[in-house]
Nanobody, 115 residues
Framework: QVRLVESGGGLVQAGGSLRLSCTVS????????MGWYRRAPGKERELVAT???????NYAESAKGRFTISRNNAENTVSLQMNSLKPEDTAVYYC?????????WGQGTLVTVSS
């Protein structure tokens, strides 16, 4: 069974940085596409960034230039480096794995950016 566990959320001041990590159990990680999504209070969940198994990256406009997604296939982890954080980045951030007929989400980690 594939499980995703996020970590690294917390409280940070505007302009600060955080690094989120997602650890994946199971042997499927290296062939899976991974993504980070977020749900802000009162809003729908939205895409933040994705990375394919070959390392191709895609970012939401709000994340471009500030966030970097990366993966380590040897350690079964995907990370999201977030710089220049803004109060509007406050949300629960979710890790997602997709591969063939699998679509698995983590439980989420809360990021709060104070002004």
């Amino acid at each position: 069974q594939v499980r995703l566990v996020e970590s690294g959320g917390g409280l940070v001041q505007a302009g600060g940085s955080l690094r989120l990590s997602c650890t994946v159990s199971g042997s499927i990680f290296s062939i899976a596409a991974m993504g980070w999504y977020r749900r802000a209070p009162g809003k729908e969940r939205e895409l933040v960034a994705t990375i394919t198994r070959d390392g191709s990256r895609n970012y939401a406009e709000s994340a471009k230039g500030r966030f970097t997604i990366s993966r380590n296939n040897a350690e079964n982890t995907v990370s999201l480096q977030m710089n220049s954080l803004k109060p509007e980045d406050t949300a629960v951030y979710y890790c997602r794995l997709t591969s063939f007929n699998l679509d698995v989400w983590g439980q989420g980690t809360l990021v709060t950016v104070s002004s």
